[in-house]
């Protein structure tokens, strides 16, 4: 399938190399002290002209002495680290964003770094690497394979063998790498919608007790400036992209973000419009996870089908046949049409809001028990986990009926013996609506109870009474003084069941022997300030 082609944004990745042992750092510090400190040079790599600087910098690496703890001598008297920036020639690159910063630093087992109040503490070596360096990449807007191909060439005219970065080692990992695609303004309104992918992203979990998550939706710059979608994102931990993405491995953050500039810039320039993209997350790892730069490839497939996906969901032309469709070009993003990308997925992410809907209205529907219900209402009101024997005590119930209810649920909520929660957000919102909905109905059938009382203490007749009843029952005011016209307001908004409501109250209002008329041409009040007139609901019954 033929998409847009995504481009290269943030990247981050240690690389190690050990196949020449401490040489490359030795021959860093060779190349510093013979430039006087600095050196400055220019290489074309495919067709194109950068620029190479090496420097250098203070280091906190202990000292080893004459040589390291594995017999290598060690002639320098103080160590530094080296840093080699590597930029595209500014006749190229007018924006001057198209760069990486290679450190480097050395490596050996037991090594020590020197904190600020003198205390030492291990620097961390992998175990088998043995001696050799890291190179911590850093830069923007570069194809993430062309890191290694580029710290090569550079490292070749700042004078230093490039054999020494030929292969890094498998533990080299990955720590940030970002694609993206920028979108019209006028185009992306979908994207970060209340509705819109993002957003819905927040129901993308088995559970709200367990994994990460995280929604921003922030539309005011950092100089509190309105800009609707200015930064919107969803963060998901591994688990709860693999809700949308099956046989994606990687957590990610989708977002959808303006430039500073956005808001002061002609409608006309790149950073008047805003940038689809799908970042890395290294942080939400397992402790002992990491991804290596052997999984390159899958990573940037995940991410390039992340963006496709979420461009897809919101109904924006992915294949546009003209090439650029509702995509906006910049000095490294350049709208194509082409088959290197994988095929976006078709995200259902409303599978996980109605199965879990589905479930609440099993519930409800079937009817929970008087210990059920108690139980719902306690885990809303305490909004995280509590014990059975608190929700007894509570209640006054026997723990045992507690934990029974309980298992009678076991797809509304989570159970341990201690403790128990509902089993994610979203199930809690309906459960809390639901409650709200019980104690409203039970209000209001005290309230018509109250009210059909008053009505025969006043000496109204029975069916006279049905209608107040009838109001109180479905909130309703009535307001039927003699010289006006009578006005019904209901509490809520339009909804498909009022309709019934009211045609059910005209029955009621006949049944007492009252004009029809009158209740016809009533006039009918919403609690969000819409009117409407009683006869257009009895008209379509």
Request: without cysteine; aromatic residues 8%.
């Amino acid at each position: 399938m033929q998409t847009i082609r995504l481009a290269p944004h943030e990247f981050n990745a240690n690389l190690l190399f050990n196949d020449n042992g401490l040489a490359p750092f030795f021959g860093l510090d060779s190349v510093v002290k013979q430039a006087g400190g600095s050196r400055r040079e220019e290489f074309h790599a495919d067709g194109e002209q950068w620029v190479a600087r090496l420097s250098y910098q203070e280091s906190n690496i202990v000292h080893p002495g004459s040589q390291t703890p594995q017999g290598t001598g060690f002639r320098i008297e103080t160590i530094r680290e080296y840093r080699i920036k590597v930029m595209r020639h500014p006749s190229e690159d007018s924006v001057g964003e198209q760069d990486f910063t290679a450190h480097v630093a050395p490596r050996w087992p037991g090594m020590k770094g020197e904190k600020g109040d003198g205390t030492r503490v291990e620097i961390p070596v992998p175990d088998g690497f043995g001696e050799g360096i890291n190179v911590r990449v850093k830069g923007s807007n570069i194809a993430f394979e062309r890191y290694p191909k580029l710290l090569r060439r550079a490292a070749g005219v700042l004078g230093i063998a490039t054999r020494y970065f030929e292969d890094p080692h498998p533990y080299s990992n990955i720590q940030d790498a970002e694609r993206y695609a920028r979108v019209h303004s006028d185009a992306s309104g979908p994207v970060h919608a209340r509705d819109g992918p993002l957003a819905a992203m927040g129901h993308l979990l088995e559970s709200d007790r367990s994994g990460y998550r995280k929604v921003v939706q922030n539309d005011d710059d950092e100089h509190g400036r309105n800009l609707p979608g200015y930064y919107h994102t969803a963060t998901l931990d591994a688990g709860r992209v693999r809700e949308a993405f099956p046989d994606h491995a990687l957590p990610k953050e989708v977002k959808h973000y303006y430039a500073r500039e956005a808001v002061s810039v002609p409608d006309d320039h790149p950073l008047a419009h805003p940038k689809i993209g799908a970042s890395l997350q290294v942080s939400l790892l397992d402790r002992d996870e990491s991804v290596r730069w052997r999984d390159l490839d899958r990573l940037r497939r995940e991410l390039d089908q992340t963006v496709l996906s979420v461009l897809a969901d919101a109904g924006l032309d992915i294949a546009p046949s003209d090439g650029h469709g509702p995509f906006v070009a910049d000095a490294y993003f350049e709208p194509a049409v082409d088959q290197s990308g994988p095929d976006p997925i078709g995200l259902d992410l409303t599978r996980v809001e109605q199965s879990q809907e589905s479930v609440v209205v099993r519930h409800l529907a079937d009817g929970l028990s008087p210990v059920q219900w108690e139980a719902m209402e306690t885990l809303v009101t305490d909004g995280g986990q509590i014990a059975p024997v608190d929700i007894a005590d509570t209640h006054g119930r026997h723990v045992e009926s507690v934990r029974r209810a309980l298992r009678e649920m076991d797809d509304l909520v989570e159970r341990e013996y201690a403790s128990v929660s509902l089993r994610s957000e979203y199930v809690a919102e309906m459960v809390h609506a639901a409650v709200d909905e019980a104690r409203d109905s039970l209000e209001r059938a005290v309230d018509a109870t109250a009210k059909a009382m008053e009505a025969a203490e006043r000496g109204l007749n029975e069916t006279m009474s049905a209608f107040i009843a009838w109001a109180a029952r479905h909130g309703v005011d009535v307001d039927d003084a003699r010289e006006a016209r009578m006005t019904l307001r209901f509490k809520g908004t339009v909804a498909s069941n009022v309709g019934e409501s009211i045609r059910e109250g005209f029955r009621v209002w006949k049944d007492a022997g009252m004009p029809e008329q009158r209740y016809r041409e009533a006039q009918v009040r919403f609690g969000d300030g819409s009117i409407s007139d009683a006869w257009r609901f009895l008209n379509t019954g």
